[in-house]
């Protein structure tokens, strides 16, 4: 389904009045979806779903994955936790995994931004090197 450039702008502003100090609040977005519905205003099919495309990006944005090669210790996952709360700001959801291939290090993925400082990753670059 092609969107128009009036759809996408309403879903725009659609988005950004769900957003409140930068945090997209679940309820206001839910109150829009329905609101939307029960107006039926023309091309609401195509704003809806370029909303909900504005949602999963947010989403994304929102969600850290940190994996280790072992159980982080709770110091060190605060010591993460704060540090990416003051690179991302408030609203993180954020989620700790082991991943015993990793060898040993840390990989973060935050929406499309990904740090790795495993010890595979170094091999990995050593190995392509030669």
């Not at 450039?5 to 009045?17: G, H, I, P």
């Not at 839910?30 to 504005?54: C, D, M, N, T, W």
Request: proline content about 3%; hydrophobic content about 40%; aromatic content about 6%.
């Amino acid at each position: 389904m092609k969107i128009t450039k009036q759809a996408r702008r309403d879903a725009k502003q659609l988005f950004r009045s769900c957003v409140v100090n930068g945090v997209l609040e679940d309820n206001k977005a839910r109150q829009a979806v329905q609101k939307v519905l029960e107006l039926k205003p023309r091309g609401y099919i195509a704003l809806l779903s370029h909303f909900q495309r504005l949602l999963k990006l947010d989403i994304d944005r929102r969600t850290a994955k940190i994996e280790s090669a072992t159980p982080l210790a709770p110091d060190m996952q605060q010591q993460v936790q704060a540090n990416l709360t003051r690179i991302y700001g408030q609203g993180l959801n954020i989620s700790f995994t082991q991943n015993p291939a990793l060898i040993g290090g840390l990989r973060i993925k935050v929406g499309s931004d990904v740090y790795d400082g495993s010890v595979q990753a170094r091999l990995t670059a050593l190995q392509e090197a030669f």
